[in-house]
């Protein structure tokens, strides 16, 4: 049972255009979400959040969007560059339970010069 | 600023065996969360140790235990290894409940 679910396994984009990543959540208790990227061989690296207040934040080049009645988020990368090629996962927290992060299986990012 | 640190980064085991794998926090980092990651799946959560005590604990069996040490690092027991064990377990902490998590890299656990 996926609480957090991340639809596609892989996306290849041209460098320079926008790269969008879809998450969606079952969990109507969320209420905090996260974006990570991870490198190979490296531990996943926080990336940017977003509050089920808000339906929009920003930290340059990449953006994230919430859309609460259809329970689903989006990561927007604007321009896409080669060295954003990684794995992302979305995590979703529920700030009335555990504060544990429950993380979708991820999307593989190809980014191409 | 160090970041979280794990040991060690490849661990060799057969079924049946017990491994031990070691996380130091970042600095002044009292939480210490540890995910399993099998292949092709997400981040399972496994365990969350704060001030030296459990917090709370995900649906593994009781051969997966821990502790957190006074200097708030951590180590993470696997009893009576299982091929499924096979996995990246991740090591992150943070400095309260309601902030980002920092990862480690992981150690590779491979049951032979």
């Known amino acids: 049972d996926q609480q957090v679910k991340q639809n596609s396994p892989s996306l290849s984009v041209q460098e320079g255009r926008i790269s969008i990543l879809n998450c969606d959540y079952t969990?109507?208790?969320?209420?905090?979400f996260l974006w990570y990227k991870k490198y190979p061989a490296e531990g996943p690296t926080f990336l940017i959040s977003?509050?089920?207040?808000?339906d929009k934040n920003e930290d340059g080049r990449f953006t994230v969007f919430l859309n609460k009645s259809a329970k689903h988020l989006s990561l927007h990368i604007v321009p896409s560059q080669p060295g954003d090629s990684a794995v992302y996962f979305c995590?979703?927290?529920?700030?009335?339970?555990?504060?544990?992060?429950?993380f979708g299986r991820g999307t593989s990012l190809i980014v191409h010069p | 600023e160090a970041g979280v640190t794990q040991s060690p980064t490849h661990l060799i085991k057969t079924r049946g065996q017990q491994a031990t794998l070691r996380c130091s926090p970042i600095?002044?980092?009292?939480?210490v969360y540890w995910y399993q990651q099998a292949l092709g799946l997400g981040l399972q959560f496994l365990l969350w140790?704060?001030?030296?005590?459990?917090?709370n604990r995900g649906n593994f069996p009781p051969r997966f235990s821990g502790r957190q040490f006074p200097n708030y690092s951590s180590e993470l027991n696997v009893n009576a290894l299982e091929l499924e064990d096979s996995a990246l377990y991740l090591c992150?902490?943070?400095?309260?409940?309601?902030?980002?998590?920092?990862f480690g890299d992981g150690t590779r656990l491979s049951i032979l």
């Open positions: 969990n109507s208790m969320f209420d905090y």
């Open positions: 995590a979703a927290i529920s700030s009335g339970g555990s504060y544990i992060p429950t």
């Open positions: 977003i509050s089920s207040i808000k």
């Open positions: 992150a902490s943070s400095l309260t409940p309601y902030q980002p998590q920092h």
């Open positions: 140790y704060d001030e030296g005590e459990e917090r």
């Open positions: 600095s002044g980092h009292t939480s």
